[in-house]
């Protein structure tokens, strides 16, 4: 596996710029969809940083059959293709199952492997065969050497742009943790890494039918993550999080965001990891 990738037509990789994904984590309406896509790109275009919007059509993993999962696969695809079109900025999106990877390929530049699913081989598969961007999750209960299998799935079926991207590790009951040394023995197995500081801070089903999180933790995971070595920051951005249909307790709002961003960006120049 190349220790550098392409992703919407930017080197991703050691010496390259980092590569930002952001977005809400679900689509809750159309014109809240393109409110943050032009937001975040605003941003990150003032701070120089590629960037790809993400979002979900359908969030199929919940902890209660109850929770919100967003406008569905049709509905979701024509408000991701409507933003990518007027927005101008590259789209990511997860899928679930292999009869929707034809659709989303239509319509995003990146296609994400939810991390529950990281180890679908038919899935990683179709996915890789579109050609598009892969991101990649690794699973919870995965070790860092382990994704290299995964990863290598994608690679094989024709496709090397693949983003590998940590989310923590299970934790016992409610909990998960960020072992930094994952970052050092992905890169060493020739992968292309990205941190999800979002989704890290998670306490999966801690409440009542939810998930919980402790957003406050966030920015120290981001700049821990940055100091051990990152390709790529992944963040869920929402203008009211503690009002988000999903993921909330994690998600940043966008000064925050800015804030873990700038952090990140001043450990990488630092270390002599971001190019000027």
């Known amino acids: 596996m190349s220790p550098r990738i392409n992703l919407c037509g930017h080197e991703v990789g050691p010496g390259q710029k980092l590569f930002v994904i952001a977005g809400p984590d679900s689509i809750e309406s159309e014109e809240m969809a393109l ?63 292999t009869s929707h990877v034809g659709p989303a390929a239509e319509v995003v530049d990146i296609i994400q492997i939810p991390a529950f699913l990281c180890r679908q081989t038919d899935l990683v598969e179709a996915v890789a065969r579109t050609g598009k961007g892969v991101n990649l999750k690794k699973g919870q209960f995965v070790a860092p050497k382990d994704i290299v299998h ?31 040394r994952g970052f050092a023995q992905m890169r060493e197995a020739g992968l292309v890494v990205c941190f999800d500081a979002t989704h890290s801070v998670q306490l999966p089903s801690s409440g009542d039918g939810q998930t919980g999180g402790e957003r406050k933790f966030v920015s120290l995971l981001a700049r821990s993550a940055a100091a051990a070595g990152i390709d790529a920051l992944f963040t869920e951005v929402h203008e009211d999080p503690d009002r988000a249909l999903c993921d909330g307790p994690c998600s940043l709002n966008p000064q925050m965001f800015e804030d873990v961003l700038r952090q990140v960006l001043a450990i990488r120049r630092a270390l002599g990891h971001e190019p000027a």
Request: hydrophobic share 35%; proline share 4%.
């Open 35 to 97: 409110r943050h896509a032009r937001l975040l790109k605003e941003l990150t275009g003032r701070l120089g940083v590629p960037y790809a919007f993400k979002c979900s059509y359908d969030k199929a993993n919940r902890t209660s059959g109850k929770s919100f999962r967003g406008p569905g696969l049709k509905e979701g695809l024509r408000i991701l293709a409507r933003i990518k079109r007027e927005v101008g900025v590259p789209v990511l999106t997860d899928v679930h199952e």
């Open 150 to 180: 995964s990863a290598r799935k994608a690679v094989e079926a024709g496709n090397p742009n693949v983003l590998v991207t940590e989310r923590g590790a299970t934790f016992g009951y409610n909990n998960l943790v960020v072992d930094m």
